[in-house]
């Protein structure tokens, strides 16, 4: 097992997706398979989901795997080695059951690996305004430390 430190939050950038619309996209930048361990649902997991506003309330807040967590991820340039990737579907709108499926991840990963420090990855680059929250949306979440 990888010696995981960090949990690096992030979004989708699209206000619909699921975890095999992103592999599909990672796919077709060339990697292997997506980038993220982790992919958070938000309702609407098609384009015409979102289109006629027919959204899967069944899949809002839906934790789904991505990349297994024994392997490097690709989510942050210089940082993959030692973090676990989550990407929440969204550009800058989440839904409270996307925030509380997070909540409960990220305890349920600091409970099995260990004390994990949670970043936002635009904390780890600046030309990022991924994930479009503010920390204190993730609560009891120390800030990153410079």
Same mark, same amino acid.
């Given at each position: 097992?990888?010696?995981?430190?960090?949990?690096?939050?992030?979004?989708?950038?699209g206000?619909?997706?699921?975890v095999?619309y992103?592999?599909?996209?990672?796919?077709?930048?060339?990697?292997?398979?997506?980038?993220?361990?982790?992919?958070?649902?938000?309702?609407?997991?098609?384009?015409?989901?979102?289109?006629?506003?027919? @959204?899967?309330? %069944?899949?809002d807040?839906?934790?789904?795997?991505?990349?297994?967590? *024994?392997?490097?991820? *690709?989510?942050?340039?210089?940082?993959? *080695?030692?973090?676990?990737?989550?990407?929440?579907?969204?550009?800058?709108?989440?839904?409270?059951?996307?925030?509380?499926?997070?909540?409960?991840?990220?305890?349920t990963?600091?409970?099995?690996?260990g004390?994990?420090?949670?970043?936002?990855? /635009? %904390?780890?680059?600046?030309?990022?305004?991924? @994930? /479009?929250?503010?920390r204190?949306?993730i609560?009891?979440?120390?800030?990153?430390?410079?």
């Amino acid at each position: 097992m990888r010696a995981l430190k960090k949990i690096f939050v992030h979004c989708s950038a699209g206000k619909w997706g699921d975890v095999g619309y992103i592999d599909r996209v990672h796919r077709g930048r060339g990697w292997d398979s997506i980038g993220y361990h982790f992919v958070i649902e938000n309702g609407y997991p098609t384009y015409n989901s979102l289109r006629y506003h027919k @959204p899967l309330i %069944e899949r809002d807040g839906l934790v789904c795997k991505g990349r297994d967590v *024994a392997i490097q991820g *690709a989510h942050v340039k210089h940082h993959n *080695a030692d973090s676990i990737g989550i990407c929440l579907i969204g550009i800058d709108i989440f839904t409270s059951s996307q925030i509380k499926a997070l909540h409960v991840l990220i305890s349920t990963l600091q409970s099995i690996y260990g004390p994990l420090e949670v970043c936002l990855h /635009n %904390e780890y680059d600046n030309k990022k305004t991924c @994930p /479009n929250l503010s920390r204190d949306v993730i609560i009891d979440v120390p800030a990153h430390k410079s």
